[in-house]
């Protein structure tokens, strides 16, 4: 059984940075064709996807984000953090973490205010 | 910029059958962009529903499969229920990222 829940600051100033964690079980990131992502959601807005994490350590980045964002995995802890640098009141969002191998299960969710 | 283009709102009645699409500004949609469909239902976590163009998941209504349907990947719904009523969103592969479209609002009326 997958799960997958997500923590980190419920409210963050601008243009500081954000650091999100993706706890996960019921999987291994070091086993083959495994996959983590993240995904986001401002309020009553559309998903959108943002990063996406390999078992192989491969990634790959939303074009309009990549600057600012960095994807990475522990193994050993199960876990994948997102960090976004220098947030805006636009990436208030409910944020996501997923099993990308393929999409099937997501975190609950948490959402994010950036205000100052 | 990618984007990725769908019907905004659609109405149907119960019982009825209704078509969702996907269409990217590259071009023709073809099963290399892996399309997924999601469901989201007011105040919900995203439920995923089919993946690389028509596979659907252990709880996936069978009433609900996937397609290409000309130059846009589909979403046909048929014998739509009550509880069907809900915010659609498909998610198209890229070489390097993936891009959600803006959403299907569906109302069973």
């Known amino acids: 059984q997958i799960t997958l829940k997500e923590s980190g600051p419920t409210l963050v100033k601008p243009t500081q940075t954000l650091t999100l964690t993706c706890t996960f079980s019921?999987?291994?990131?070091?086993?083959?064709?495994?996959?983590v992502g993240w995904i986001r959601q401002p309020p009553g807005k559309a998903l959108e996807w943002l990063a996406l994490i390999y078992w192989n350590d491969d990634k790959l980045y939303s074009p309009s984000l990549k600057s600012r964002l960095t994807i990475t995995k522990d193994t050993s802890k199960n876990q994948v953090v997102l960090t976004m640098t220098n947030v805006d009141p636009v990436d208030t969002a409910t944020y996501y973490c997923?099993?990308?191998?393929?999409?099937?299960?997501w975190g609950q969710g948490t959402l994010v205010t950036v205000s100052s | 910029q990618t984007v990725v283009t769908q019907e905004p709102s659609l109405t149907v009645s119960p019982g009825g059958t209704v078509t969702l699409t996907c269409a990217s500004s590259?071009?023709?949609?073809?099963?290399?962009?892996?399309p997924n469909w999601f469901q989201q239902k007011p105040g919900q976590v995203p439920r995923a529903l089919i993946y690389?163009?028509?596979n659907k998941h252990s709880w996936t209504p069978a009433r609900f499969s996937g397609s290409l349907l000309g130059d846009k990947a589909a979403l046909t719904l048929s014998g739509v229920q009550p509880e069907d009523e809900a915010e659609y969103y498909c998610?198209?592969?890229?070489?390097?990222?993936?891009?959600f479209g803006g959403g299907t609002k569906l109302t069973v009326l």
């Open positions: 590259t071009g023709t949609v073809t099963s290399g962009y892996y």
């Open positions: 690389s163009t028509y």
């Open positions: 998610l198209l592969y890229y070489s390097g990222a993936w891009v």
């Open positions: 997923l099993h990308h191998s393929p999409i099937d299960y």
């Open positions: 019921g999987f291994s990131l070091s086993s083959s064709d495994e996959r």
